[in-house]
Nanobody
Framework: QVQLAESGGGSVQAGGSLRLSCAAS????????MAWFRQASGKEREEVAS???????IYADSVKGRFTISKDNAKNMLYLQMNSLKPEDTAMYYC?????????????????????WGHGTQVTVSS
């Protein structure tokens, strides 16, 4: 079975940085998409960044230029480097994965959903 486990969250001052990690187990698709989502208290869940097997990426406008999504296939790890953090970045951050044979653009154009989810890691940014 596929399991995802996030880590790396914490409290940081505005302008600081954090790197989130997501360890995947029981997951080995030759074609896949992975993503980071976040949900702040009282807010709707938001897709922050996503990446496909070819390294193609998509970022939410709110984090472009500040966050970088990456993966290490050999280690089955997904990362989110978060720089220049703002209070509005405060949220629970979740990693997600899905079989994604045609890449991110196709996946998103079809309105498909991610199948596998972690339990989240809290990020709190103070002003």
């Amino acid at each position: 079975q596929v399991q995802l486990a996030e880590s790396g969250g914490g409290s940081v001052q505005a302008g600081g940085s954090l790197r989130l990690s997501c360890a995947a187990s029981g997951y080995s698709y030759s074609r896949h998409c992975m993503a980071w989502f976040r949900q702040a208290s009282g807010k709707e869940r938001e897709e922050v960044a996503s990446i496909d097997s070819d390294g193609g990426t998509i970022y939410a406008d709110s984090v472009k230029g500040r966050f970088t999504i990456s993966k290490d296939n050999a280690k089955n790890m997904l990362y989110l480097q978060m720089n220049s953090l703002k209070p509005e970045d405060t949220a629970m951050y979740y990693c997600a994965a899905v079989f994604c044979p045609y890449g991110l653009e196709y996946f998103r154009s079809k309105g498909y959903e991610y199948n596998f989810w972690g339990h989240g890691t809290q990020v709190t940014v103070s002003s």
